[in-house]
């Protein structure tokens, strides 16, 4: 059964660098892509980006120039960085496996709160 | 900034058939590209509930179902159920923005 695990600070100051790491467990890293979501309080999905366990990377385009997505198949964990953040980035962050198109499973999620 | 639009909200009686749309582009769903339907309950993460357009994973009911055609797709519920009360997302891939895409999200409620 694969599982996907969140985890990182849940309490981010403006301006800094928003990280979160995704475990991985059940399933080989390097078998698919996997991808970030995030959803605002009350609001709908959002897809920020995925990565392969080569490295290749897509990001939204409207988070792509604050947005990095890296792996590390050693500990079957990708991570997330979000730079310059503000209240906006306030929000659940959860990570996916991406199965031909569709994101399956998803971990729990993580709320980060972006508040000085 | 959701390219596929739904319906805010839908409801249905107990037992009741109700369906959501959901309507892109040429550039996702018109590009023939597979719509997948997430099923997001109070407080949990979104599930996997119908993908590749049409298709169930095991452990899905029948009574939830996928279609498509042309720059739109739905997903109907038929005998609707109180565990059914959820907010659901319909999802594509969009070519124009070389990336996946949600649905604005639909709140179904049983009254």
């Known amino acids: 059964q694969v599982q996907l695990q969140e985890s990182g600070p849940g309490l981010v100051k403006p301006s800094e660098t928003l990280s979160l790491t995704c475990t991985v467990s059940?399933?080989?890293?390097?078998?698919?892509?996997w991808s970030w979501i995030r959803q605002p309080p009350g609001k709908g999905l959002e897809w920020i980006g995925d990565i392969y366990y080569s490295g290749s990377t897509t990001y939204n385009p409207s988070l792509k120039s604050r947005v990095t997505i890296s792996v590390d198949t050693s500990k079957s964990q990708f991570s997330l960085k979000l730079s310059s953040v503000t209240a906006a980035d306030t929000a659940v962050y959860y990570c996916?496996?991406?199965?031909?198109?569709?994101?399956?499973?998803w971990g729990q999620g993580t709320l980060v709160t972006v508040s000085s | 900034q959701s390219v596929l639009t739904q319906p805010p909200s839908v409801s249905g009686a107990p037992g009741q058939r109700v369906t959501i749309s959901c309507t892109g582009s040429n550039s996702n769903i018109g590009a023939a590209y597979d719509v997948n339907w997430y099923q997001q309950l109070p407080g949990t993460a979104p599930k996997l509930l119908i993908y590749g357009s049409t298709n169930r994973p095991s452990g899905v009911p029948d009574r939830f179902s996928g279609s498509k055609s042309g720059t739109s797709a739905s997903l109907a519920i038929t005998g609707l159920q109180a565990e059914d009360e959820a907010d659901y997302y319909c999802?594509?891939?969009?070519?124009?923005?070389?990336?996946?895409?949600f649905g604005t999200g639909t709140k179904v409620a049983v009254l």
């Open positions: 059940g399933a080989s890293i390097t078998t698919y892509y």
């Open positions: 996916a496996r991406v199965d031909a198109g569709w994101l399956d499973p």
């Open positions: 999802q594509s891939y969009d070519s124009r923005l070389s990336g996946y895409v």
